[in-house]
């Protein structure tokens, strides 16, 4: 693939709890000029962004993040917030401790009711994989496929791992066909993106791409 395809697919991402607005346009100018699928990016630098660069570029966000727990009416007026200052795409992390509870109901109600809320952006869905079994894997599969999300991500980035192969594979035997996948998390080499790729995601979720790709 080319620079081009490749950076087509990358969310580029900051989302350090100390990013600073010079982080962030130091981001979004990579992105303006690489062509990248969106930044994403903290809650709080939407608004400056939109206001700066506009139509530009696509901003997506995080909700919930990073560990998930957070109420669903919380998530929800986090959603709100981030649509109305610009945010085109939300990446929401599912409540985990419901999942090791088995409350699978509780998962898939909160899944649809951010699917409400954001209308017509695009939803992803991470399911932060580090933490959950193979079986649990596959169950969360068939939830973000009910809900009508979009996507289904792999990892925020701040867990004990990232994004692997296996998952990947995973993901795509059991997903539903409307359900895109997005990798995140330790992605560090063209080799990675590539295989990524050819494994069935659509998004790749990283910090690195311009290191990897223009720096090398």
Not at 8 to 26: M, P
Not at 54 to 72: E, Q, R
Not at 186 to 215: H, N, P, Y
């Amino acid at each position: 693939m080319t620079d081009a395809e490749l950076f087509s697919h990358v969310d580029h991402t900051q989302l350090k709890a100390y990013a600073t607005t010079a982080d962030i346009k130091k981001l979004c100018d990579e992105a303006v000029e690489y062509k990248t699928a969106s930044v994403c990016v903290p809650p709080c630098y939407i608004k400056w962004i939109n206001d700066n660069y506009g139509d530009a570029i696509n901003i997506c966000t995080v909700i919930g993040f990073p560990l998930g727990y957070s109420t669903t009416s919380a998530k929800i007026i986090e959603v709100i917030n981030a649509i109305n200052d610009g945010a085109s795409e939300i990446d929401m992390v599912i409540n985990i401790n419901d999942v090791k509870n088995g409350d699978f109901d509780k998962v898939l109600n909160e899944i649809k009711e951010i699917r409400k809320a954001t209308g017509n952006y695009i939803l992803k869905v991470i399911i932060e994989t580090c933490y959950l079994t193979d079986e649990e894997k596959i169950k969360m599969c068939k939830i973000v496929t009910e809900a009508g999300a979009d996507y289904i991500k792999t990892s925020t980035g701040f867990g004990t791992g990232g994004a692997t192969f296996d998952d990947v594979k995973l993901f795509k035997e059991n997903i539903g066909p409307d359900v895109k996948i997005k990798a995140a998390g330790g992605i560090r080499s063209r080799e990675d993106m590539e295989k990524f790729l050819a494994l069935g995601a659509d998004r790749l979720g990283t910090s690195s791409a311009v290191d990897i790709l223009i720096k090398k």
